[in-house]
C-alpha cells in the first residue's frame, strides 16, 4: 500500500538562514503520526511546508503523486492544516466559520456535514450565533477542529492542540483526535506536550534544530532516553 | 441665505455624497478584502460616464476596445505564468474569461451601439464594459503583488491610476462629455424640484447598499471575502482562493464606479481625469471612516457632499482646498486615539 | 579601496563639472538642470520611502513652498537671494512639522494618502492666493549673484544646482553611516527592536520626512532662482507622483540611485514627450501611460529599483577598516551584587477576557541569573513585554530600583539600563551585523542629524563602532562583523542579539530562548559568557526551555502556568516540585 504523505528532504530557509535541514519521513494511512520537539525545533515549520503555506525545496507525495502547488489546492485535494493560532475568523459567527470549512464542498454536504459535527461538538451548536472571537480557548480549539472537518479531510496537520490549554481540555481534543483515527482520518500532529501526543500516535518522530533526531513507534519512543532527556533536562 | 438656497444646497450635497458614497464603499471593500488602496477608483468613474455618453451619441465607446486590450494582457499574463506547467483547464478558463468574454462584449456594443437604445439598456450596456476590467485590472497589476506591503500597493495604485488616466485621454479625448438623464422631469417637494435623476441616485446608492449586505450577510462567496478580510490565511486553510476573492472584489469596484459613471454623468461634464477628483473625494469618506466602517464612510460621504455644496456656495474658489483639508482633523483625531505600536 | 572611491568620486566631479563646457546643445544642459533639482526631491524620497518606510505624494508642494517663500521676498520685498535660502528652507521644515505630527504616527498608508490630499489642497491654494499671484504666479525673480556675477545662463546654474546636489549626496549618505541614520535605518521593519534601545521612533520619522521637506524646499528655491518665474503647475499631484516614480526606478536606499532614478524619468519623459505625439498622432500628456505603466513593472519585477541592478555589477567593498579610537564608552556603575534591581509586585496582564500574567510577584537581584520557565504560552514573552513596557499593565506594579517602570516609555526602560533580546529575534538583515549592534548603544552616543550629515560625529561614532565590536568579539561573532545581519544562521542571530543587548551596557538583562537554536558547543560558550557577566553584577532574567542548559546555569527559578506563578526557588527544589511536573511535562491524566 502507497503511503499517504511522503516528504523527501524538506528543507525551509527564512531569508538565508535555513531552519529545516532535509527532513524525510512517510505516514501510512489511517495513522496518527506525531512530530514532537522542543520549541524552535522547526515542527510548525515542517507543517506549514506541508501545507504550502511557506516554500520549500526537496519532494512533497501526497497520495502517491506530487501535491499540488497552493494551500487551497491541498485543502481541495483533502488536506486540511489546523493551525498553532487556530486562525479562526474571529468577527464571525460560530456558524459562519463552520460553513466557511466546507467552502470547497456543495451546499449538501456542506449542510450535512455541519448537522453531523454539531452531534459531535454540542457546545458549539449551543453558540452557533456567537462570534469565535468571544469563545473560551477550548472552545476556540473545538471550533477550529471543526471547520476543519467541514472541508471532510483525509489528512489533518494538527499543530499543537494543546497549547494554552487546561489539561482536562486536552485530554477532551486528543480523545476527538483519537476518535477521528477510528472514523478513518489520518493525523499528522506535531506536540510539545510529548507524553500526550505519545499516548495516541502511533509513530513517533523527535525534532531537533530542524533535523529528525530519533524516529520509532510512538510506545517506545516514550521509553527513550533522548527523547527524556529533551524534556526532563539531565540536570548537568 | 433663505430657505430655498438651504433647501437646493442640501440637495445637491445629498446627491453628489450619495455618489461618493458608493465610491466610499467600494474603496473599503477592496481594501478590507485585498489591503490595496484602490486610487484608481476615479477611473472606472471616467470610464463608465463617458462609455454612457458615447453611447447615447450612438457612438462606439472607446472603452469596448480598451476592454479587449486588458483581456489581451490579462490573457498573456495567464500564458507567462502557464509556462512551466501547462494546463487545459487553467488555459480554457483564461481563454474565456479574457478572451471570449471582452470579444462577446464587443460584439454586443458593435451591434447595439447604433441602435437608439432604451437608458436602462445603455446603462446596462455600460455596467458590461467597464466591471470586467475590474478583473483584468486585478489580475495584471495586483495579483503578482499579492505578497507586498500596504505601502507597496498603494505605489502600484498610483501607477494604475497614472495609466488608466493616460489611457482615457487616448480612447475619450481631452473633451470633456455629458450624457443624458435615465429619466428627465423631475418632482416638487414642497416648493423645490428634485429632478428624476436625484432620485435614480439616492435609489440606486441604497440599492447598492443593500444588496453589498445580502451578498455579505447571506451568500458563501460574501462571507469568504469577509473571512479573507478578517484573516487571509484562515480563508486560505479553509480553501478560499486569494485569486477569487481578489478578483470579486475587484469587479465589484468596477461595477460601483460604472454605476457611480452611469449616474453621475447626466448632471455634470465628465472629461478623462475628473474621475480622479470624484474618486479622491470618496476616499475622503473612507479615511474617515478608517478605511474599515462601511456605515462610518456612507455618513461620512453625506458630509463630504454638504461640505462642498456649501464651500462651493460661499467660497468656491476654495472649495477643493475645503474638501481636500476634511481629512487633517480626521488624521489628528486617529493620530491621538491610535497606539502607534505595530510593526509593518 | 577607500582611497580608489575618493579617486573614483573626484573624477566624477570633474566630469560632471565639464560637461557645460562641452558643445552640447543648450537643451541637454536645461535637461541635467532639471535633473539635478529632481534629484534633490528624490533624494529626500529615498531616505523617506526607501529607508524610513514611509512615503509622500506631495513633494512638490514642499517644492511650491521653496520657490514661492524666495519669489515673494525677493520681488516684493527686496531679499537678496541668498538671504532667502535659509528662510526657504525654514519654511519647507515649518511645513513638513505639522503635516509630520499629524501623520508618523498612524500606521503606514495613511501618511501618503494624507500627502495626496494636502498635495491636492495646496495646489489648489496656490492658485488662489493673491500674494503669490494666483494661477498666474510670480515672474521678474532676480538670478542668484556670487561676487558680482550672476548666474543667468543654464551653463552657469548648472555648476550650484550640481554643486548642491553632489553636496546634498554625500551629505545623505554620511547620515545614513551614523548614530541616526541606523535609527532611521530601523524604522522599516525594526522599529520595536529599535524602541527597546532607546531610538524615539516618532521622532525618527519626523527627522526624515522634515530632512525629506527641506530638500524639496531647496530644489524649489534652485528652482525659482533658475527659471526667474514661478506659478503653481509644477508644484501639483502629477509631480509629486512623479517625483516618487524617480525615487522608486532608483531604488530603496541608496542615495544615488535617486540621481539615476531621476535622470531616467526626466529623459524618457523628454523622449516620450516628443516621440509619442508623432506616434499617437496628437499631443496630450500621454507618457503618464508609460510612466504608470513603468511603476507597476518596476514593483513586481525588481522591488528594489534599477539602481540595484546596476550595483550588482559593481564589485562589493572588502572588509571595512574601523577608525582607530583609544576612547571607551563609559561604563554604567553597577549595583552591588544581591541588590534587588527589578521588582514584579501582582504584575498583571489581561487581553480582553484572557488573563496572560495572573498577579505574579518575584524579583532579580543584581549579580544573579533567574530563570523564567513554563510552558508555552504560559505567560512569559508577556511577562517580558511588560517589564520593558512594550505592553501596559493591567494591574499591580513593577518596581526597578526604586522607580516605576510602568509608567515609562520602552526607551526611558532601556535608560534605566534594561536590556532585551526577543523571542522572535528581531535584527535588521539588510544592516551589517556590526551595525545592528552598534543600535544597541545608541543611548550611549549624542550625535545630531546635522553633526552626522556634516561628519563631524566621527570621534563618537569611532567609540560607539569599536564598543560594537568589543561586544562581538566577548560573543564570538566577529569574524561575521560586516556581513549582513541577515545571513546568519538563527541561532548566531540570537547571540547577535545578546551582542546588541551587551552594546547597552546594562544592568537588568532579559534574554528570551537565548538558546533555542544553538548547538552543544555553543550552548556550553553561551552559558560561560552568561556566568561572566553575573560576575560583572549583571542580573539576568532568562526564559529558556532547554532544561539542561537552565538547571545548571540559573540561581533562581521562576516557574509560571497559565499565566499564574506555580513555584519559585532553588532549581533543584522546583524540579521535584509537583505542580511543576504536572504542567511542565505535560500530564494528561
Known amino acids: ?236 | 441665505m433663505d430657505s430655498t438656497i438651504l433647501a437646493f444646497l442640501v440637495q445637491d450635497g445629498l446627491t453628489n455624497g450619495a455618489i461618493y458614497a458608493l465610491l466610499g464603499l467600494a474603496l473599503v471593500l477592496v481594501f478590507a478584502v485585498t489591503r490595496v488602496i484602490f486610487i484608481p477608483q476615479g477611473e472606472f468613474v471616467a470610464y463608465g460616464a463617458l462609455t454612457l455618453a458615447l453611447l447615447d451619441t450612438g457612438r462606439m465607446p472607446g472603452t469596448a476596445l480598451l476592454l479587449l486590450c486588458f483581456g489581451l494582457a490579462a490573457f498573456l499574463l495567464d500564458l507567462w505564468s502557464m509556462r512551466h506547467r501547462p494546463r487545459i483547464g487553467e488555459f480554457s478558463r483564461s481563454v474565456l474569461v479574457n478572451l471570449v468574454l471582452p470579444v462577446a462584449i464587443y460584439g454586443a456594443t458593435w451591434i447595439l451601439a447604433p441602435m437608439q437604445l432604451n437608458a436602462a439598456v445603455k446603462a446596462l450596456l455600460t455596467m458590461a464594459i467597464v466591471a470586467p476590467m475590474g478583473l483584468y485590472v486585478y489580475r495584471i497589476a495586483y495579483r503578482p503583488l499579492a505578497d507586498a506591503s500596504v505601502l507597496v500597493l498603494l505605489i502600484t495604485s498610483v501607477g494604475v491610476h497614472l495609466a488608466m488616466m493616460g489611457l482615457g485621454l487616448v480612447f475619450f479625448g481631452a473633451e470633456g462629455l455629458r450624457a443624458r438623464p435615465l429619466s428627465g422631469g423631475s418632482f416638487m417637494l414642497g416648493f423645490l424640484p428634485i429632478p428624476a435623476q436625484a432620485l435614480w441616485i439616492y435609489g440606486c446608492t441604497i440599492a447598492a447598499m443593500v444588496g453589498l449586505y445580502v451578498f455579505f450577510e447571506k451568500t458563501l462567496l460574501g462571507k469568504a471575502l469577509r473571512a479573507t478580510a478578517v484573516n487571509r490565511l484562515g480563508a486560505r486553510l479553509v480553501g478560499v482562493r486569494t485569486q477569487l476573492t481578489g478578483g470579486t472584489a475587484f469587479i465589484l469596484a468596477a461595477t460601483i464606479g460604472a454605476v457611480s459613471g452611469v449616474l453621475i454623468a447626466p448632471i455634470t461634464t465628465i472629461y478623462y481625469d475628473t474621475g480622479f477628483l470624484i474618486g479622491l473625494k470618496g476616499f475622503v469618506a473612507a479615511i474617515i471612516g478608517g478605511l474599515a466602517s462601511f456605515p462610518v464612510t456612507a455618513l461620512a460621504a453625506l458630509g463630504v457632499g454638504l461640505v462642498e455644496a456649501f464651500a462651493s456656495f460661499f467660497a468656491s474658489n476654495f472649495k477643493e482646498i475645503i474638501v481636500f483639508t476634511l481629512i487633517i482633523p480626521v488624521l489628528i483625531w486617529r493620530s491621538l486615539t491610535t497606539d502607534h505600536h505595530e510593526e509593518d | ?589
Open chain 3, 1 to 589: 579601496m577607500a582611497l580608489d572611491r575618493k579617486i573614483l568620486g573626484i573624477v566624477g566631479i570633474v566630469i560632471v563639472a565639464a560637461i557645460p563646457l562641452l558643445p552640447l546643445p543648450p537643451f541637454w544642459i536645461t535637461l541635467l538642470n532639471n535633473i539635478g533639482l529632481a534629484s534633490l526631491v528624490a533624494i529626500g524620497l529615498v531616505l523617506l520611502t526607501g529607508v524610513g518606510g514611509l512615503t509622500s505624494f506631495g513633494q512638490a508642494a514642499f517644492c511650491g513652498f521653496g520657490a514661492y517663500t524666495t519669489a515673494v521676498l525677493t520681488t516684493a520685498y527686496g531679499f537678496s537671494p541668498w538671504l532667502t535660502l535659509p528662510l526657504s528652507l525654514l519654511v519647507g521644515g515649518a511645513v513638513a512639522l505639522p503635516l509630520g505630527l499629524i501623520t508618523v504616527r498612524l500606521s503606514g498608508h495613511f501618511l501618503p494618502l494624507g500627502t495626496i490630499a494636502w498635495g491636492l489642497a495646496l495646489y489648489y491654494l496656490f492658485g488662489q492666493i493673491e500674494l503669490i499671484g494666483r494661477y498666474d504666479g510670480i515672474s521678474g525673480i532676480p538670478p542668484l549673484e556670487l561676487g558680482g556675477y550672476r548666474f543667468l545662463s543654464s551653463g552657469s546654474i548648472f555648476y550650484i544646482i550640481w554643486g548642491f546636489v553632489i553636496a546634498t549626496a554625500i551629505g545623505t549618505r554620511n547620515l545614513l553611516d551614523s548614530r541616526v541614520g541606523r535609527a532611521i535605518r530601523a524604522l522599516r521593519g525594526g522599529s520595536q527592536a529599535a524602541e527597546a534601545f532607546g531610538v524615539d521612533i516618532v521622532r525618527a520619522k519626523l527627522t526624515v520626512f522634515i530632512f525629506a521637506g527641506v530638500l524639496a524646499a531647496l530644489s524649489g528655491w534652485l528652482y525659482a532662482h533658475m527659471q526667474r518665474s514661478v506659478n503653481p503647475t509644477p508644484f501639483g499631484l502629477n509631480m509629486g507622483i512623479e517625483y516618487l516614480l524617480m525615487a522608486v526606478v532608483g531604488g530603496a536606499g541608496h542615495v544615488w540611485g535617486a540621481i539615476f532614478g531621476a535622470s531616467l524619468v526626466l529623459i524618457l519623459k523628454d523622449l516620450l514627450q516628443r516621440l509619442l505625439p508623432s506616434l499617437i498622432g496628437s499631443t496630450a500628456n500621454y507618457e503618464m501611460i508609460v510612466f504608470g505603466i513603468l511603476l507597476v513593472a518596476i514593483l513586481q519585477f525588481t522591488r528594489d529599483g534599477l539602481w540595484s541592478l546596476v550595483l550588482r555589477l559593481v564589485p562589493k567593498s572588502p572588509r571595512r577598516k574601523l577608525a582607530e579610537t583609544d576612547r571607551r564608552l563609559e561604563k554604567r556603575e553597577m549595583p552591588a551584587a544581591g541588590t534587588p534591581l527589578v521588582r514584579l509586585d501582582h504584575a498583571r496582564k489581561t487581553f480582553g477576557g484572557l488573563v496572560a500574567v495572573n498577579d505574579v510577584s518575584f524579583e532579580v537581584k543584581a549579580g544573579e541569573i533567574v530563570g523564567l520557565i513554563g510552558p508555552n504560552g504560559a505567560g512569559k514573552s508577556t511577562t517580558f513585554n511588560l517589564i520593558t513596557a512594550i505592553s501596559p499593565l493591567s494591574g499591580g506594579g513593577i518596581a526597578y530600583g526604586g522607580r516605576k517602570l510602568e509608567t515609562l516609555s520602552p526607551g526611558q526602560v532601556a535608560r534605566q539600563g534594561i536590556a532585551r533580546t526577543f523571542q522572535h529575534a528581531k535584527i535588521l538583515p539588510d544592516m551589517t551585523v556590526l551595525e545592528n549592534v552598534a543600535l544597541g548603544a545608541h543611548l550611549r552616543g549624542s550625535s545630531g542629524v546635522a553633526r552626522c550629515f556634516l561628519r563631524l560625529d566621527r570621534a563618537e561614532e569611532a567609540v560607539l563602532l569599536a564598543e560594537a565590536e568589543r561586544q562581538l568579539e566577548r560573543v564570538g561573532l566577529a569574524a561575521y562583523r560586516d556581513r549582513p545581519a541577515g545571513d546568519l544562521a538563527l541561532g548566531q542571530i540570537r547571540i547577535l542579539e545578546i551582542a546588541r543587548a551587551l552594546s547597552l551596557d546594562p544592568a537588568l538583562l532579559l534574554l528570551d530562548e537565548p538558546a533555542a537554536g544553538l548547538r552543544h558547543g555553543e550552548k556550553q560558550e553561551l552559558s560561560d559568557l552568561l556566568k561572566r557577566l553575573r560576575a560583572e553584577g549583571v542580573g539576568v532574567l532568562l526564559v529558556e526551555h532547554d532544561m539542561s542548559f537552565v538547571m545548571g546555569l540559573v540561581d533562581h527559578l521562576v516557574v509560571l502556568d497559565f499565566g499564574t506563578l506555580i513555584a519559585e526557588g532553588k532549581p533543584a527544589d522546583v524540579r521535584q516540585h509537583p505542580a511543576v511536573l504536572a504542567a511542565y511535562l505535560g500530564g494528561v491524566s
Open chain 1, 1 to 236: 500500500m502507497s503511503l499517504l504523505l511522503e516528504l523527501r528532504d524538506i528543507r525551509v530557509s527564512y531569508g538565508k538562514a535555513e531552519v529545516l535541514h532535509g527532513v524525510s519521513f512517510g505516514m501510512e494511512r489511517g495513522k496518527i503520526v506525531t512530530v514532537i520537539g522542543a520549541n524552535g525545533a522547526g515542527k510548525t515549520t515542517l507543517l506549514n511546508a506541508a501545507m504550502g503555506i511557506v516554500p520549500s525545496t526537496g519532494t512533497i507525495l501526497y497520495e502517491g503523486a506530487a501535491v499540488p502547488a497552493t494551500v487551497e489546492a491541498r485543502v481541495a485535494a483533502g488536506m486540511c492544516l489546523v493551525s498553532e493560532k487556530r486562525e479562526l475568523f474571529a468577527t464571525m459567527s460560530v456558524e459562519d466559520n463552520m460553513e466557511l470549512g466546507g467552502f470547497l464542498r456543495s451546499g449538501v454536504e456542506r449542510a450535512e456535514t455541519l448537522a453531523d459535527l454539531y452531534q459531535r461538538f454540542p457546545r458549539l451548536a449551543e453558540r452557533r450565533k456567537q462570534l469565535a472571537g468571544t469563545l473560551s480557548g477550548g472552545e476556540r480549539q473545538m471550533l477550529a477542529l471543526a471547520r476543519a472537518l467541514m472541508s471532510r479531510p483525509r489528512l489533518l496537520l494538527l499543530d499543537e492542540p494543546s497549547l494554552g490549554l487546561a489539561p482536562r481540555i486536552v485530554a477532551e481534543i486528543l480523545g476527538i483526535v483519537s476518535e477521528l483515527r477510528m472514523a478513518g482520518v489520518s493525523i499528522l500532529l506535531v506536540e510539545q506536550n510529548a507524553r500526550a501526543a505519545l499516548e495516541i500516535a502511533d509513530e513517533a518522530h523527535l525534532m531537533e534544530l530542524g533535523e529528525i533526531r530519533r524516529s520509532g513507534p510512538a510506545a517506545s519512543m516514550a521509553a527513550d532516553p533522548a527523547v527524556v532527556e529533551s524534556y526532563l533536562g539531565t540536570g548537568a
